[in-house]
């Protein structure tokens, strides 16, 4: 493994890191500019009704977010084993497929919530705001889901650059489309909260015509276009969901975690609640960031097993690994340095100001956890090793997290405090775990045993079945 190797594979995983990065940053800033205009325009008690429907809007997203993650790699994948234009195009519809499974099912599960939200234990004024904006952030998922499912192919392709800009501008519309329904500019009616969930539905719709409308239109994503394999294919259907099913609880024991955080902050004041709501906010955007090295180095990885390339394999790792760590670290500097400043922007009041502080040095201490265990999450997924890493989430958030977080929390009085502590311990086991996990498997020997796709038949998919390396 030569210094300049991995220089050269330090570059590959930044240029491709670094669109996606921006997009996810695109999507996180939508929760963040909703979150900054609800708290500035609609007050505290509008902040923490949309806090407590967007997490768990997302939670319930998270099965599909995470899930649908898995397909850049076997796109990739595919694409470095070479002549695989009709299996590209049978996967592509078969994808979508796999985005209307999950639109129906989550939505469903959206609307059980949404007819009991009152389980949730908020105090009537957060259930009375929040109920009703919950259920349309539920329908927006519907066009994120496809959204998500179409973007795996232009990663895969590593043509990530126009997700970035349709993000972009899909933010530009959300920001917009949020101030004029919740103060009811114009020709529209004064919306409130609720306003600002409808602006969401129209720019993820607005996003995922835009990326629809350039891939038919592109000679480069053509062979996702052969329509005579656009048919279900049940063979084809069941890996993508043996595999996202698996990734997508990798996802929501995270981040049902962090959820259940919310509601545990409800049970304390509404002024916990929005303090919470304001540095989960602040470390999302920076985890969402931290993602898009995961993403990278799972496509990268994905396109050396296509290869049997198993040095690139491992400098892959090393290389997205170098790049969260270092990123992480700044940002974990900048909390520490500016934490009173950032809060600021959200919202002018001393009382959230003074609970959101001591959660947001906490926050910065535990970047390089979560940095560390997104990565690790996106390198193993990009060798379909998929079950042992969701066990180790599982343990991690609802064994350790939660459990230390309510202890600490409720029994040992330190509120707040005490939860956040819970959760840096959950992120620090799962960083340590997946490491040592994705060491482990990085290493093992490539064999046509070991790697799926070796043997092709024309017309099909290459077997895309977990290594023998996978739990």
């Known amino acids: 493994m030569t210094q300049k190797s991995l220089r050269t594979e330090l570059s590959k995983t930044y240029n491709l890191a670094l669109p996606i990065i921006i997009s996810q940053l695109g999507v996180i800033l939508m929760g963040t500019s909703d979150n900054v205009i609800v708290g500035r325009l609609l007050g505290p008690v509008s902040l923490g009704a949309a806090g407590i429907a967007n997490s768990v809007a997302f939670l319930i997203g998270s099965l599909a977010v995470g899930g649908m993650a898995v397909i850049a790699p076997m796109v990739s994948k595919l694409r470095a084993e070479r002549d695989t234009s009709e299996q590209l195009s049978a996967l592509f519809f078969n994808s979508l497929l796999a985005a209307l499974l999950y639109g129906t099912f989550l939505s469903l599960v959206g609307y059980i919530v949404y007819r009991q939200f009152s389980i949730l234990g908020q105090t009537p004024a957060i259930e009375s705001l929040g109920a009703p904006f919950f259920i349309l952030i539920i329908l927006s998922n519907i066009p994120m889901i496809f959204f998500l499912a179409v973007k795996q192919f232009t990663d895969g392709f590593s043509k990530p650059a126009i997700v970035m800009y349709i993000t972009l501008l899909g933010l530009l519309f959300d920001i917009a489309g949020n101030v004029v329904l919740i103060r ?227 029994a040992f009085h330190l509120g707040s405090v005490g939860i956040w502590f819970g959760l840096l311990l959950g992120l620090t086991f799962s960083a340590l775990f997946l490491y040592a996990r994705y060491n482990r498997v990085s290493r093992r020997p490539l064999s046509p045993e070991v790697i799926p796709g070796t043997a092709q038949s024309p017309g099909s998919l290459p077997p895309v079945s977990p290594p023998a390396s996978a739990g």
């Open 184 to 410: 009811g500019l114009w020709i529209f009616p004064e919306l409130g909260l609720n306003g600002a969930a409808i602006g969401t539905i129209f720019s993820r719709l607005l996003m995922l015509g835009i990326l629809l409308f350039y891939i038919r239109n592109q000679p480069a994503f053509r062979v996702l276009f052969h329509f005579s394999r656009w048919k279900a294919d049940r063979s084809i259907l069941s890996v993508i969901l043996k595999r996202s099913i698996p990734a997508g609880f990798q996802a929501f024991f995270e981040i049902a975690a962090f959820s259940f955080a919310v509601i545990m902050m409800g049970w304390l004041s509404e002024t916990e609640l929005a303090a919470h709501q304001i540095a989960i906010n602040v470390a999302s955007t920076t985890y969402m960031m931290a993602t898009g090295f995961a993403h990278a180095g799972s496509i990268r990885i994905g396109e050396a097993w296509g290869k049997r390339d198993s040095t690139g394999i491992r400098l892959s790792g090393r290389a997205a690994y170098t790049w969260v760590i270092g990123f992480m670290g700044l940002c974990s500097l900048v909390i520490l340095l500016f934490g009173q400043w950032i809060i600021k922007i959200y919202i002018d009041d001393s009382a959230v100001l003074a609970a959101a502080l001591p959660l947001l040095m906490i926050a910065a201490f535990f970047q390089l956890s979560d940095g560390a265990q997104s990565v690790g999450l996106g390198l193993l997924r990009g060798l379909a090793d998929i079950r042992v890493p969701t066990y180790i989430t599982f343990v991690a958030y609802w064994l350790i997290a939660l459990p230390a977080g309510y202890v600490l929390g409720f």
